[in-house]
């Protein structure tokens, strides 16, 4: 029978989801201020992968420890610690101009953002029915994901108003405003150990099934690398310098992409919760889109025209909501016991091949123009090298689904083939 979240759990999902946006807002800042990053340090591309790739690394070898201690503490206790973290990252970050601190700003921003969104995603799982589940995930995202917004105009506006310090400054002071909206929401015990009232949390698992965990990694890194390389990075630098935009521009289409996953994400949501069994064609038809995406904007050897680059950030922006997708499958693979590790697991899927993306196309970059002149054909060269961790993540889907698929069906779960299905549909129409 399925539980109606109270009010209670809708001000604690509130509040998690202001924690959350708070932590994209620090995760993006330094994409709006690549080209100031390279003039304060003085750096060139590859450094400035090195900031960029040295928070998501942190981020992502701490995704499995924060879900354990997520596991152990609850997640009110993670979401504090870990936006005081971040709030001491953006304090450092404003007030130094050295290179080696600034790695380490870096890594404590990675490792304050590592718990807030499985943590928030666990009091998804633990407040609200399970049928509701995908549809809260996606709408906990789409609250994050809203900071990404905030990095793209204001903070961005900021950034060129009142410099680099009092940026930064402020990035801390709001970060240390949710580390106390979150520790004011009182959640009952059992909720900070794991249990929601009245759910047991096991609704809709047929099997544990560490291949389904597997899967929900490959779908995490494979959907979300692209979206994330343009907006956590090369996206202003590559409009503005190789395709000829105005920062004013750029920053719209950094918009565009955020606004386009909000878009997206009840949609992704309503099709995981009505489609458990083809979740993995939600994903794998969105790796093809995003394939033939890249390939329009790279082939051509002249700048793209505003409406290609606006369609183009729009297909990859999909990438948010389809990897949450990766969340869903640990929600019904995992032991219910390690949840929180389950989901740090996957959500470790887009740091990974984040950074190798934004390693790839930093390196690449150095290698074809190393006197420091990106121009269209040094960007076409190196974000071609995204097919690399692409085909990795599309191989990493398709075995880990068959192999889930067989768990399943050791446990009773049959998945019909989908012409199977689709005859049967046509049938009944047919019928009537």
């Known amino acids: 029978m399925a539980v109606r979240a109270s009010r209670t759990a809708w001000w604690?999902?509130?509040?998690?989801?202001?924690?959350?946006?708070?932590?994209?807002?620090?995760?993006?800042?330094?994409?709006?201020?690549?080209?100031?990053?390279l003039d304060r340090f003085g750096i060139g591309a590859t450094a400035l992968s090195a900031l960029s790739?040295?928070?998501?690394?942190?981020?992502?070898?701490?995704?499995?420890?924060?879900?354990r201690l997520l596991d152990r503490f609850g997640p009110r206790t993670m979401m504090v610690g870990g936006s005081l973290v971040m709030a001491a990252g953006q304090a450092l970050m404003a007030t130094t101009d050295n290179f080696a601190w600034a790695i380490v700003a870096r890594v404590l921003l990675g490792a304050g953002d590592a718990p807030i969104f499985i943590s928030?995603?666990?009091?998804?799982?633990?407040?609200?029915?399970?049928?509701?589940?995908?549809?809260?995930?996606?709408?906990?995202?789409?609250?994050?994901?809203?900071?990404?917004?905030?990095?793209a105009i204001p903070v961005a506006w900021l950034l060129h108003a009142q410099g680099w310090s009092a940026t930064f400054l402020v990035l801390a002071g709001i970060g240390a405003i949710a580390a106390?909206?979150?520790?004011?929401?009182?959640?009952?015990?059992?909720?900070?150990?794991?249990?929601?009232p009245g759910t047991s949390g096991t609704s809709a698992r047929p099997t544990v099934s560490r291949a389904g965990v597997r899967l929900g990694f490959w779908t995490h890194f494979t959907s979300l690398?692209?979206?994330?390389?343009?907006a956590l990075l090369w996206g202003v630098p590559f409009f503005i310098t190789a395709q000829g935009r105005s920062l004013a521009e750029a920053s719209l289409l950094l918009t565009v992409l955020t606004l386009s996953k909000l878009v997206f994400s009840p949609l992704v949501g309503t099709a995981t919760a009505r489609h458990p069994l083809r979740r993995s064609w939600v994903v794998l038809v969105f790796a093809g889109v995003t394939a033939a995406a890249w390939i329009l904007l790279l082939v051509p050897s002249t700048p793209r025209p505003m409406w290609q680059l606006v369609l183009f950030v729009t297909a990859i922006a999909a990438g948010g909501p389809v990897a949450l997708v990766g969340i869903d499958y640990a929600r019904t693979f995992a032991d219910t016991r390690?949840?929180?590790?389950?989901?740090?697991?996957?959500?470790?899927?887009?740091?990974?091949?984040?950074?190798?993306?934004?390693?790839?196309?930093?390196?690449?970059?150095?290698?074809?123009?190393?006197?420091?002149?990106?121009?269209?054909?040094?960007?076409?060269?190196?974000?071609?090298?995204?097919?690399?961790?692409?085909?990795?993540?599309?191989?990493?889907?398709?075995r880990s689904?068959?192999?889930?698929?067989?768990?399943?069906?050791?446990?009773?779960?049959?998945v019909p083939?989908?012409?199977?299905?689709?005859?049967?549909?046509r049938s009944r129409r047919q019928g009537h």
């Open 180 to 196: 106390v909206v979150v520790s004011v929401v009182r959640t009952p015990h059992e909720a900070e150990a794991g249990v929601a």
């Open 338 to 398: 390690r949840m929180g590790a389950a989901n740090g697991l996957v959500n470790a899927g887009a740091p990974v091949s984040t950074i190798i993306a934004v390693g790839l196309v930093g390196a690449v970059l150095q290698l074809a123009a190393p006197g420091g002149d990106y121009d269209l054909d040094a960007y076409r060269l190196a974000f071609a090298a995204l097919a690399i961790p692409w085909a990795v993540g599309v191989v990493g889907i398709v």
């Open 120 to 151: 928030a995603t666990r009091l998804v799982a633990h407040w609200f029915p399970p049928r509701k589940a995908p549809q809260m995930v996606q709408l906990t995202s789409q609250i994050g994901q809203a900071g990404q917004l905030a990095t």
């Open 53 to 67: 790739v040295t928070q998501i690394g942190a981020y992502a070898i701490l995704q499995v420890p924060s879900g």
């Open 225 to 230: 690398f692209s979206a994330n390389t343009v």
């Open 12 to 37: 604690v999902f509130a509040a998690a989801g202001a924690a959350y946006f708070v932590a994209i807002m620090h995760r993006t800042a330094l994409g709006v201020a690549g080209v100031e990053a």
């Open 401 to 414: 689904r068959a192999r889930a698929r067989a768990d399943w069906a050791a446990a009773g779960v049959l």
């Open 417 to 425: 083939p989908l012409r199977e299905v689709l005859e049967r549909r």
